[in-house]
């Protein structure tokens, strides 16, 4: 079997684009096996594709992409393979000027995303930071999942409990305890 190579499938070199005039663009499609989103969590399987149009500053990156995470449902823990679905417009601005190697002064904005000085647009930086955004606050392995029971803990997608009969159960008990005194 050939060795794997890793390739930085959400790095571009942009050099090229850069010397291009303003409105120059070019399309790519992506894969990424894995993207660590933080700590503990990854997005698998991610494909999208891009399309990065040569700006005043930079390069815009228009991105469509799709990855799965695997997530808890909220109600009865069952893992959840949630897709998410991230688009967004962003600019990468460049560091330095891409034929003098000048360094350019850093944008009016917050947070920016940025070119390496070699001219390597790292889309997966991006790709992380939409995808916590697109996370769901409440993920559900159905919509009408039913968790687990509060009492005696059984999955009541799978079975039903007796914990609310009994509840009933005792309410009578305490009613003829009253009848009784
Ligand atoms: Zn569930
Ligand atoms: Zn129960």
Do not use: W
């Amino acid at each position: 079997m050939a060795p794997q190579v890793t390739r930085p499938d959400l790095t571009f070199n942009v050099a090229q684009l850069l010397r291009e005039d303003i409105g120059g663009r070019r399309s790519h499609e992506f894969a990424e096996p894995s993207l660590t989103l933080d700590g503990t969590l990854a997005l698998r399987d991610v494909r999208g594709i891009v399309r990065l149009t040569r700006t005043a500053s930079g390069v815009l990156a228009d991105a469509r992409a799709t990855g799965v995470v695997d997530l808890e449902c909220i109600r009865c823990l069952t893992a959840v393979a949630e897709v998410l679905t991230i688009t967004f417009r962003d600019e990468f601005h460049a560091r330095v000027e891409v034929n003098t190697g000048v360094p350019l002064p850093p944008p009016d904005e917050d947070d920016p995303f940025f070119i390496s000085e070699n001219h390597m647009l790292d889309l997966g930086e991006a790709i992380r930071e939409y995808a916590l955004i697109a996370m769901p606050m409440r993920p559900l392995c159905k919509p009408d999942c039913l968790g687990l029971c509060a009492s005696c803990g059984v999955d009541r997608n799978i079975a039903p409990c007796t914990c609310q009969e009994q509840r009933g159960d005792d309410r009578f008990a305490a009613l003829r305890a009253l009848l009784d005194e």
